[in-house]
């Protein structure tokens, strides 16, 4: 199967109650990882590229990665996504550049200079066969190049005037998720019977107000990692220092893949099992150097995490066919 958009995969999602994984890729072993587990659960795929993974893989390295995991999973759907497009020249460089789908992130700019920049993008996109995610409202928090200390939740009235104008594909929303591995702190969470700390939930009302502005629209989630506590706790007992990493409890991820969430962006949590699973290993076999002993558990427990995404938050196991 050659790349595809993520159209079709969108109106699947949207009529069958679930949500597409967006998993960001950096490097083979990530690769690997999330398109294994895709294959062998039969759900369809996007992996995307962040500006910052640009700058660390080569833009060359991280599409024939991505080719070379179309051959090895010929049986389910990948689109290649560019996250957070800065610009339109960004945007452009990716569709030229063999990308299926592209983020314009103008959600900074006044509101008429988001529309006329993520306009730009959809007009050029379309016409290269290519679909674009636009963004209203801010996320708090810090995801490679992209940092906002304090978030802004999408204003609903916003968004049937945005949609039109702009001609956008899905909308990426603000709703009490963040970047990176520290979403909530201490103080904004309560304590459940275990005492774990529970954050704020989101804000659901403005997903359905949105929901029923823009009836049979895909909207995204971004910063939806649920920072897993076991690899929090890996991480800092093998010589890392992670303390009060909160993310999305996945119920209310769950929650959202059944309504009109269409795509959920996972990255942390890849990064947590990666760097927790190589803390690990280097900690009890001191005496090895081969970075193939390292990056395989890795990989496999990247593999793992993915699989429970798909099966257990996204509901996308399957969905293939
Ligand atoms: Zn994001």
Redesign the pocket.
């Known amino acids: 199967m050659a790349l595809v958009t993520t159209k079709e995969m969108f109106k699947k999602a949207y009529d069958g109650g679930y949500a597409i994984g967006a998993f960001n890729v950096n490097n083979m072993e990530i690769v690997q990882g999330i398109t294994e587990a895709c294959q062998e659960e039969k759900a369809p795929v996007i992996l995307q590229v962040s500006k910052g993974a640009r700058a660390y893989a080569n833009h060359n390295y991280l599409v024939k990665l991505v080719e070379a995991a179309i051959l090895c999973c010929p049986d389910i759907p990948i689109a290649l996504h560019l996250?957070?497009g800065p610009d339109f020249e960004t945007c452009k460089s990716c569709i030229d550049g063999g990308f299926t789908s592209v983020m314009i992130?103008g959600s900074a700019l006044p509101f008429e200079e988001n529309i006329a920049v993520t306009k730009k993008v959809v007009e050029y996109a379309h016409e290269h066969g290519a679909v674009v995610e636009g963004e209203l409202g801010t996320?708090a928090g810090i995801?490679d190049e992209?940092s906002h200390a304090v978030g802004s939740y999408t204003r609903p009235e916003e968004v049937e005037e945005f949609v039109s104008k702009t001609g956008v594909d899905s909308l990426?929303i603000a709703i009490g998720t963040s970047?990176g591995a520290y979403k909530f702190k201490p103080e904004q969470c309560t304590r459940n019977a275990d005492g774990i700390l529970v954050p704020p939930p989101l804000r659901f009302d403005i997903l359905e107000d949105i929901s029923r502005r823009l009836p049979g629209f895909p909207i995204v989630l971004?910063?939806s990692s649920s920072v897993p506590q076991d690899y929090v706790a890996m991480v800092n007992a093998f010589g890392g220092a992670m303390p009060n990493a909160i993310g999305v409890p996945e119920d209310e991820l769950r929650h959202a893949a059944q309504l009109s969430v269409c795509k959920i962006?996972i990255d942390s949590d890849l990064r947590l099992a990666m760097t927790g699973t190589i803390r690990k290993f280097m900690a009890e076999h001191p005496d090895k150097f081969d970075p193939r002993e390292y990056l395989k558990p890795a990989r496999a427990n990247i593999k793992e995490l993915v699989r429970h995404k798909l099966r257990n938050v996204l509901g996308c196991a399957g969905k293939a066919e």
């Open positions: 996250d957070h992130d996320l995801e992209v990426a970047h971004h910063g962006n």
